[in-house]
């Protein structure tokens, strides 16, 4: 199944402006990424709390609704919306109607009929969290947790704030992105949201075959060579090569990725002496990154799963109010 996104922000924004649903960063104005990253900042340090909770979602259902596995990206979000002092449902979709039989939107109708707030879906189709989020009942906000290569959009916004807490402006700065390019939602998050936020240097190293062809159209510098690619960057961020959704010739082996693109102490050298290292995860030491590199000063990699919970704090409690303002507006409508 291929499901194509629609091509503007009309279904994630309220009639305000406001989010309603977070299914891309794709055509979202600058204004929202900085205000979702202006709310994360102020949830980064709840977690350093004796009572690691806030009462805004208190009373709310929050279902995360994976389709694919993810235990980084389903945890966050789990704790995420248990701070914000909601109720939590995680759905087992391998033991799920779905797996029987029952369509998409019969599951979505029963989650539905159970009072459910908000959903959190993860989907190995591109374009399904825009799908559910046209068919979804008005009073439930959809947030996408990745679908297949389209988006990752809070990944990509906690990249956003990773970044900003190290570097502070995105205008002067040099970011490359590296490895699998080809099948990375992150990738294709990360440059709409660095072109988005004022990036003047969004460069793409990876080999020919991982580059999808059009990349040019996202604003960024193609690069084959490690080299020349990430001279003189601030920012490094890795891609986990995505052996499950190649097709067989795309790589002649993991070892030979490694000897070409993969970040070692002596190519990070290439860059600004304060670069940091990012990647989504999971890790694949000796594939994409040396130890030495992911473990060392210049990583950032933990600092991304810290921000990841306060960004997803922040995408929840704004979808939420979003709902709550478009059925305001939608009753004074109908007035």
């Known amino acids: 199944m291929t499901l194509a996104p629609p091509p503007s922000s009309r279904v994630q924004l309220t009639e305000d402006g406001k989010l309603r649903h977070f299914l891309s960063v794709e ?36 279902v995360n609704l994976f389709f694919e596995s993810s235990t980084r990206t389903r945890s966050t979000f789990e704790l995420a919306a248990k701070r914000l002092s909601a109720d939590v449902l995680n759905l087992d979709i391998a033991k799920s109607a779905t797996s029987k039989g029952e369509t ?39 947030i996408n947790g990745g679908d297949g290569r389209h988006a990752h959009p809070t990944q990509g916004m ?5 970044i ?34 004022g990036c003047p240097d969004i460069r793409v190293i990876a080999p020919k075959t991982l580059l999808p062809v059009g990349i040019e159209q996202y604003g960024v510098k193609v690069y084959t060579d490690m080299t020349t690619g990430l001279k003189d960057v601030d920012v490094v961020i890795m891609l986990r090569l995505q052996r499950e959704r190649m097709a067989g010739g795309l790589l002649p082996s993991e ?13 990070l050298a290439g860059a600004k002496p304060d670069a940091i290292v990012m990647h989504p995860g999971p890790i694949n030491r000796g594939v994409e990154i040396e130890s030495a590199v992911a473990d060392g000063n ?16 922040a995408v929840l409690s704004m979808a939420m109010s979003g709902q709550t303002a478009q059925r305001q507006f939608e009753q004074e409508k109908a007035q």
């Open 255 to 267: 070892g030979e990725f490694y000897r070409l693109f993969g970040l070692t102490t002596a190519r």
């Open 104 to 142: 998409l939107l019969d599951t979505l109708r029963n989650l539905e009929a159970m009072a459910a707030d908000m959903f959190v879906v993860r989907h190995g189709d591109s374009g399904a969290a825009h799908f559910i989020a046209e068919h979804v009942c008005p009073q439930v906000a959809i």
């Open 164 to 197: 900003r807490r190290h570097k502070g402006s995105f205008e002067n700065l040099s970011v490359a992105i590296v490895g699998d390019i080809l099948h990375s939602r992150v990738a294709r998050s990360n440059m709409l949201a660095l072109k988005t936020l």
């Open 158 to 162: 906690l990249d956003m704030l990773t």
């Open 27 to 62: 055509h979202l104005p600058r204004s929202l990424l900085e205000d979702i990253l202006d709310t994360a900042a102020s949830f980064v340090d709840v977690g350093g709390r004796a009572i690691k909770k806030v009462p805004l979602l208190r009373g709310k259902t929050v």
């Open 298 to 313: 210049q990583s950032v990699i933990l600092n991304q799963v810290t921000y990841g919970i306060a960004v997803r704090m």
